[in-house]
């Protein structure tokens, strides 16, 4: 017995030390490999939204007031205040620059509202991790096009300053979710649709609440979800985020708390990431997987809305997989779709490619017949850079492929996460930037070139596509849904 009391406090022990060791190297390495610290990576905004408190806002009404003040406190504490307004020429937090000017004088880090003369639906959008409601503005735009009152929602811990999301829950962005939708059902209309909408974490959101609202008659229910690169599943890594920053409490070790920290020159999305960002995607794809379980061994999935998806097969973050295995064929109900964006596959890129790239989308051309349809958006033929559409309909293995007005612009090898929901002439990300006014900040057509390491921010950074030059293949599926559900 006390060989194996011995064993079993070896075992303890062991098992102790490994955490305690990530989490001492983590820290050790975050506060040489990280620079300083700013205010906006320390200030907490006291304004902030906070679900399950006695205050918390009841109604999205509620909600808005509150952003209203949260942002007034942006302002007074960071901008106003020459202690903490950066000094840095395009710094988001120093109030002359253009990047502050974007931030706060226009409405697109805030929750807003686009209303058509005479409406036939509503929409709920939601962004994601580290965006804002920025994100959704091409999306708002189109519905709104489409007779749809919009609501693009502003997440709690968005929009402001970084430090948001070191105490940021993702129960907080749920609950704001919860009442954003109950207030844009109720602007849809009598016998008009309400659709939901999100970009990564934000369709995460967007389905765990389609979940949810299956049997709960204080939730309206969508008529259909639009997903954007939805965060379905994530790297089984990320479970470390839960201990990461655990001496972040001593401050001697306060960088522990981040990942990166990097400058803010970014109107519309944080570039500092901190580790507690990761712990809540994570722990929201854990609930968001376990309430897809409960409702399937429950028989309660076949009232689920019907779902349109679109994703990168290059993705940084997730993968179609993740989507199919995860969401798509744990579905009965038919009428899905999953729209998957191929690489380059010019013929004078292939070698260039990474096999693994080629591997997957060999995998999905070659799967068993599926219980959604799946439409692959790829070169026409290796030898061409123009484009089309490669359709398999729920159930076959048979191909239709359609012809597309589109091509591969000169140099881009792959779409990815983050370009997904932005327009190619997008202002801020585009690739080809209409610019209008005096405000120009475009960041999706910089061609920054140099030496490795002469930028604080990684020069891969820079050459990452921010938008989308298929954006109407995207346009063309939600309006030939929206014609689709009319005639049901």
Not at 74 to 93: E, I, K, M, N, W
Not at 216 to 237: C, F, M
Not at 393 to 402: L, M
């Given at each position: 017995?006390?060989?194996?009391?011995?064993?079993?406090?070896?075992?303890?022990?062991?098992?102790?030390?490994?955490?305690?060791?990530?989490?001492?190297?983590?820290?050790?390495?975050?506060?040489?490999?990280?620079?300083e610290?700013?205010?906006?990576?320390?200030l907490?905004?006291?304004?902030?939204?906070?679900?399950?408190?006695?205050?918390?806002?009841?109604?999205f009404?509620?909600?808005l007031?509150?952003?209203?003040?949260?942002?007034?406190?942006?302002?007074?504490?960071?901008?106003?205040?020459?202690?903490?307004?950066?000094?840095?020429?395009?710094?988001?937090?120093?109030p002359?620059s253009?990047?502050?000017?974007l931030?706060l004088?226009?409405?697109?880090?805030?929750?807003?509202?686009?209303?058509?003369?005479?409406?036939?639906?509503?929409?709920?959008?939601?962004?994601?991790?580290?965006?804002?409601?920025?994100?959704?503005?091409?999306?708002a735009?189109?519905?709104?096009?489409?007779?749809?009152?919009?609501?693009?929602?502003?997440?709690?811990?968005?929009g402001?300053?970084?430090?948001?999301?070191?105490?940021?829950?993702?129960?907080?962005?749920?609950?704001?979710?919860?009442?954003?939708?109950?207030h844009?059902?109720?602007?849809?209309?009598?016998?008009?649709?309400?659709?939901?909408?999100?970009?990564?974490?934000?369709?995460a959101?967007?389905t765990?609440?389609?979940?949810?609202?299956?049997?709960?008659?204080?939730?309206?229910s969508?008529?259909?979800?639009?997903?954007?690169?939805?965060?379905?599943?994530?790297?089984?890594?990320?479970?470390?985020?839960?201990?990461?920053?655990?001496?972040?409490?001593?401050?001697?070790?306060?960088?522990?708390?981040?990942?990166?920290?990097?400058?803010?020159?970014?109107?519309?999305?944080?570039?500092?990431?901190?580790?507690?960002?990761?712990?809540?995607?994570?722990?929201?794809?854990?609930?968001?997987?376990?309430?897809?379980?409960?409702?399937?061994?429950?028989g309660?999935?076949?009232?689920?809305p019907?779902i349109?998806?679109?994703?990168?097969?290059?993705?940084?973050?997730i993968?179609?997989?993740?989507?199919?295995n995860?969401?798509l064929?744990?579905?009965?109900?038919?009428?899905?779709?999953?729209?998957?964006?191929?690489?380059?596959?010019?013929e004078?890129?292939?070698?260039?490619?990474?096999?693994?790239?080629?591997?997957?989308y060999?995998?999905?051309?070659?799967?068993?017949?599926?219980?959604?349809?799946?439409?692959?958006?790829?070169?026409?033929?290796?030898?061409?850079?123009?484009?089309?559409?490669?359709?398999?309909?729920?159930?076959?293995?048979?191909v239709?492929?359609?012809?597309?007005?589109l091509?591969?612009?000169?140099?881009?090898?792959?779409?990815?996460?983050?370009?997904?929901?932005f327009?190619?002439?997008?202002?801020?990300?585009?690739l080809?930037?209409?610019?209008?006014?005096?405000?120009?900040?475009p960041?999706?057509?910089?061609?920054?070139?140099?030496?490795?390491?002469?930028?604080?921010?990684?020069l891969?950074?820079?050459?990452?596509?921010?938008?989308?030059?298929?954006?109407?293949?995207?346009?063309?599926?939600?309006?030939?849904?929206?014609?689709?559900?009319?005639?049901?």
């Amino acid at each position: 017995m006390r060989r194996i009391y011995k064993s079993l406090a070896m075992g303890a022990a062991a098992a102790l030390v490994v955490p305690v060791t990530i989490v001492l190297v983590f820290a050790i390495q975050a506060r040489v490999r990280l620079p300083e610290l700013h205010p906006w990576h320390r200030l907490t905004l006291t304004s902030e939204f906070r679900a399950g408190h006695a205050d918390t806002p009841k109604t999205f009404e509620e909600y808005l007031r509150l952003e209203g003040r949260l942002f007034a406190e942006l302002r007074t504490r960071v901008l106003d205040d020459p202690a903490s307004a950066d000094r840095y020429a395009l710094g988001r937090f120093n109030p002359t620059s253009t990047p502050a000017r974007l931030a706060l004088d226009t409405p697109y880090n805030r929750s807003y509202e686009l209303v058509p003369d005479t409406v036939r639906g509503a929409v709920l959008l939601v962004h994601g991790l580290s965006d804002s409601p920025y994100a959704m503005r091409a999306l708002a735009e189109l519905f709104r096009d489409q007779g749809f009152y919009v609501l693009a929602l502003r997440l709690p811990g968005h929009g402001t300053i970084p430090s948001g999301l070191v105490h940021a829950r993702w129960e907080d962005w749920y609950a704001a979710v919860e009442l954003a939708a109950k207030h844009a059902a109720r602007r849809a209309g009598p016998g008009n649709p309400f659709y939901a909408g999100g970009f990564s974490t934000g369709a995460a959101l967007m389905t765990l609440y389609a979940l949810r609202a299956q049997g709960d008659p204080t939730l309206p229910s969508p008529t259909r979800l639009i997903l954007l690169s939805p965060a379905i599943g994530i790297s089984k890594a990320a479970v470390l985020t839960k201990i990461l920053s655990g001496l972040s409490f001593i401050p001697y070790f306060e960088k522990s708390n981040w990942i990166d920290v990097l400058p803010e020159y970014d109107p519309y999305k944080y570039n500092s990431f901190p580790v507690n960002a990761g712990r809540q995607i994570h722990e929201l794809t854990r609930e968001l997987d376990r309430t897809l379980t409960a409702k399937s061994d429950a028989g309660q999935l076949s009232e689920m809305p019907r779902i349109l998806a679109f994703q990168s097969l290059v993705d940084a973050t997730i993968t179609a997989h993740e989507i199919i295995n995860g969401l798509l064929t744990r579905l009965p109900a038919p009428g899905n779709e999953l729209v998957v964006f191929d690489i380059n596959r010019s013929e004078a890129l292939k070698d260039l490619i990474e096999p693994s790239r080629v591997a997957e989308y060999e995998h999905l051309r070659e799967a068993p017949a599926l219980p959604f349809r799946l439409t692959l958006i790829s070169n026409r033929e290796p030898t061409s850079q123009e484009i089309a559409a490669f359709t398999r309909e729920a159930g076959t293995r048979d191909v239709t492929e359609t012809e597309l007005p589109l091509r591969w612009p000169r140099g881009v090898l792959s779409l990815g996460h983050v370009a997904l929901p932005f327009r190619v002439d997008d202002p801020v990300y585009g690739l080809e930037p209409i610019l209008v006014g005096r405000l120009e900040h475009p960041l999706g057509s910089l061609t920054v070139r140099g030496e490795a390491g002469t930028l604080v921010v990684p020069l891969g950074d820079l050459a990452r596509l921010r938008s989308n030059p298929f954006f109407s293949v995207i346009e063309d599926r939600i309006v030939a849904a929206i014609e689709a559900d009319r005639r049901r």
